[in-house]
């Protein structure tokens, strides 16, 4: 069994509807992580919040606990910008932004999650125009990226949220139609559960392009409160070797500190299974 790395969603403030399992300082997201037996967490945060980089290094060091990646939804759902928005300075914005997470990432030691910052296709619009957009913003990160050392993990997001990159074959198509450096596929099991006709086939055929995972179950809660065969998942991360973080990321149901650790439990206990 590859020994993966655990990680959980954490946040400065979410709401109960946010898929977030900590809510708190990072410092303290940092020592509550390593109570619950968490390897890492995954920060969803604004490009410009405030960072003391020393003061959490030194807890990442205290705690033994990692940053698995940055995450940048906020960017767009707060910062109403997107990589393909109409507007030239919202477009710049959404730029500007993301050099600033790649510089944070890379000072933290850590990656970056690229999700509904890609943005959505204006209904009854040419799909083409707006990819091209999208493949030169990316290209253009994605050298900055390289730079920095930061790898960037473009999200497969459902329907419901987006109309680009739904499903993982579509995103590797991308992925592999352009000479990236940096960009890797990031799935999430919840996502997936409501796409893919076959989530753990989509797992195999990402194979090496797979950067990094989010678990939670069809319903979004914990693994192991749905009907998702997170067995079967894990069998297939281990098949194509994968190396990257689990990341949980599911509803705070019955609360946040109870799902994260049920959560854990069941993946170290299917870990074990394997
Ligand atoms: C973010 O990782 C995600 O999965 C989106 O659905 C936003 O919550
Ligand atoms: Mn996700």
């Known amino acids: 069994m590859i020994p993966w790395r655990i990680a959980l969603s954490t946040a400065d403030e979410a709401s109960v509807k946010d898929p977030i399992l900590l809510v708190g300082s990072i410092e303290d997201n940092l020592v509550k992580a390593a109570h619950l037996g968490y390897d890492a967490i995954e920060i969803h945060m604004r490009e410009n919040d405030p960072l ?18 940055l995450v940048t ?6 910062g109403m910008c997107s990589l393909i928005d109409d507007r030239p300075y919202a477009e710049e ?13 890379h000072k933290l030691s850590t990656d970056l999650v690229i999700g509904w910052v890609k943005g959505k296709i ?11 957009k999208l ?25 419901y949220e987006t109309n680009i990159f739904n499903t993982c074959r579509e995103t590797l198509d991308f992925i592999t139609q352009h000479q990236f450096k940096q960009l890797y ?3 999430d099991t919840f996502h997936m559960a409501i796409e893919e006709a076959n989530a753990v086939e989509a797992i195999r055929e990402a194979s090496h ?17 749905g009907r998702l065969d997170f067995f079967e998942i894990l069998r297939a991360l281990e098949d194509i070797n994968y190396q990257g973080y689990i990341s949980v ?25 394997l």
């Open 52 to 69: 003391d980089v020393n003061r959490i290094l030194k807890t990442v060091e205290k705690t033994k606990v990692n940053i698995s990646a």
């Open 73 to 78: 939804g906020r960017l767009n759902t707060i």
């Open 93 to 105: 914005a959404a730029l500007k932004g993301l050099y600033r997470y790649i510089d944070r990432a």
């Open 122 to 132: 204006p209904e009854g619009k040419p799909k083409a125009k707006y990819m091209y």
């Open 135 to 159: 493949a030169r913003n990316l290209s253009s990160l994605d050298d900055y990226a390289d730079l920095h050392q930061v790898k960037l993990f473009i999200e497969v997001i459902n329907r």
């Open 185 to 187: 596929v990031h799935l």
């Open 209 to 225: 392009y797979l950067g990094y995972i989010h678990f939670a179950d069809n319903n979004r809660h914990f693994p192991g409160d």
């Open 249 to 273: 990321e599911c509803l705070p149901i019955p609360e946040r500190e109870v799902a994260a650790s049920r959560a854990l439990n069941n993946i170290k206990d299917l870990c074990e299974a």
